[in-house]
């Protein structure tokens, strides 16, 4: 199996090195790809030095697979002549998330849509994949009627940037802003830029993305995405409104038996998911599993994960897991 990863410089990249080790994932040749300024240079992958190639060279060494983490620009740019190789293509970026000739992947939920026909399969954006892995078991069982989310965002989803950022201004020295504000001891109501409709990308594609990974676009979905000067991983809020009615225990049962789910929910002994217990790990973790009081058939969940990992890197080596364990490559 030729792999190559394109970004492997990048923060997203780095974890996927280490979680390709750490999942022993078969590789018969590794290409690591970057930016013409680090082209040249050296990777060590287990206990092997790889020196650095350009996307150019990547295409010409036909790679079977391709895990793209380097942008939209680049994915819209090259994920298409990687495809035209045959080569498949995992990409971690926005660029085709919407696209409805795309297919938009977390394995759990919707991995057997895919067939060999599928070149180029998005990834999702790290807080719906969090969100669904949570939420997909509830809304197969009892149907989600609406939903509202408020999402507090660790850094490292903005990129090295930012930890830059909040490094520098907890030791007190000026630094280049990855974000229009202090991040130190802030929250900034901002992920991603602002859209027409006042909500944010990052906002939207909560919306978008949950609509198309289960299709049904009936589900009413409001969402405030902030970011906050943490490291370990995303976390949300989320109250759901259901269509058929339930109780809390059966909900913790279905949630307790759900793939890539660990239920933490005992609050009385402070047990609850949070991203310094996250940072790491490749589980979804949901806890505070209560009752609204406020309107019918309603509750509230707490999710937490680490976004490098389950929100980004091992989302996209389990997409191409899946396609070596179905023969679809």
């Not at 150019?56 to 298409?80: Q, R, V």
């Not at 991995?111 to 026909?117: E, L």
């Not at 950022?165 to 991040?183: C, D, R, V, W």
Request: hydrophobic content about 40%.
């Amino acid at each position: 199996m030729k792999l190559a990863v394109i970004g492997s410089t990048g923060m997203v990249g780095k974890v996927m090195l280490k979680i390709l080790s750490q999942r022993n994932f078969p590789i018969s040749k590794l290409i690591l790809v970057a930016s013409e300024k680090s082209v040249g240079k050296n990777i060590t992958f287990e206990n092997i030095s790889y020196e650095i190639v350009s996307i150019s060279s990547a295409i010409n060494m036909n790679p079977d697979i391709a895990l793209f983490s380097a942008g939209s620009e680049t994915s819209f740019k090259w994920a298409p002549k990687f495809a035209e190789i045959g080569c498949v293509v995992i990409d971690n970026s926005s660029a085709w998330r919407m696209d409805p000739s795309k297919k938009l992947i977390i394995p759990e939920i919707n991995g057997d849509i895919i067939n060999k026909k599928d070149k180029i399969i998005a990834n999702p954006n790290c807080s719906t994949i969090q969100l669904l892995i949570a939420i997909s078991p509830i809304h197969k069982n009892f149907g989600i009627k609406s939903m509202v989310i408020s999402t507090y965002q660790s850094i490292t989803g903005t990129g090295q940037k930012a930890v830059t950022q909040l490094e520098n201004e907890l030791k007190g020295f000026s630094t280049e802003m990855a974000y229009p504000h202090q991040i130190h001891k802030n929250a900034i109501p901002h992920c991603d830029d602002f859209q027409d409709n006042g909500y944010t990308k990052e906002e939207m594609k909560l919306v978008n993305e949950t609509h198309k990974i289960l299709n049904d676009h009936d589900i009413g979905i409001t969402a405030t995405a902030v970011r906050i000067p943490v490291i370990g991983g995303h976390s949300e809020s989320v109250n759901l409104t259901l269509k058929k009615r339930t109780s809390i225990d059966e909900i913790k049962n279905i949630l307790k038996n759900s793939e890539g789910l660990v239920v933490q929910d005992d609050p009385k002994n402070n047990y609850y998911p949070m991203p310094i217990t996250a940072e790491g790990n490749d589980s979804v973790y949901v806890g505070r599993i209560r009752k609204d009081f406020s309107k019918s058939n309603s509750l509230n969940l707490w999710i937490v994960s680490d976004n490098l990992r389950k929100g980004a890197a091992t989302n996209t080596i389990q997409i191409a897991e899946h396609l070596i364990k179905k023969n679809l490559i």
